[in-house]
């Protein structure tokens, strides 16, 4: 694909940097990228001068609907809205407060405090996947899935629940700044139909945009569920890599396959290449 809206830095928890990532995604064939760290737009300040990649804002935010967290990929909005800024501000900060939480659980089962060394790893945007590679380092587990599954998952020690926006609060911002929202790999929330359902009401409701119909390599079934809800719901539709690392050789800038010719890309109203 040539537009790809949804990837990570070393501004959250990705492994290449802002240059970094461009360079890759310009060699993938990607003309159109988003960077989208978690709850910060860091990368935005260390774009390279000059580039053929057309890079629009972005952000993944995370945020609260009935008690679960949930991502919304913010995109294309005015980097120096006050309101947004204010808004990360606070979700930088809820982060933080969880990292520190999430520190102190672990090293009451016997690991150091990891919370400086997350800190600094993670450019002050801290994530779970920084305790998993720690755990992993530091020899409590084989890999990043067995941290997940012992220390950091759901129910787990880990899982310390954050002080997130409320999603319709997050949406706003986005809004407000100008910009659209897009409900994140909904398929990745293990949800029920009529869960999702629910939740992709309220997401609209809230002044959502988008669903990102395509995230990474996924199945077709899920493509094909996900393109019948923008149609019942008369949204447009994302697309995007996700992409983490080079070392997960299954995922890389662009590398997805194209949404269905049926929906109306989110990209649709924004200026033309
Ligand atoms: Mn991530
Ligand atoms: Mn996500
Ligand atoms: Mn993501």
Redesign the pocket.
Known sequence: MHTDLHT?TTE???ALTPSELIALARENGVARLAITD?DTVGAYSLLPEQDAVDVIPGV?LSVLWNGRTIHIVGLNFDLDDRGLTHGLASQSEARIERARKIASRLARLGTPDWFETVMERSGGTP?R?HFAQLLVEAEFVKDVAGAFKRYLGAGKPGDVKSAWAPLDEAVGWIRAAGGNAVVAHPAKYAMTNTKLGCLIRDFKAAGGDAIEIVCGQQDPGVTAKLERWCHELDMTASCGS?F?TPANSWSSPGRFLPPPQSITPVWDSWQKL
Request: no cysteine; charged share 30%; hydrophobic share 0%.
């Open positions: 990570h959250s928890d990705g978690h993944e994530g996947p996700d983490h």
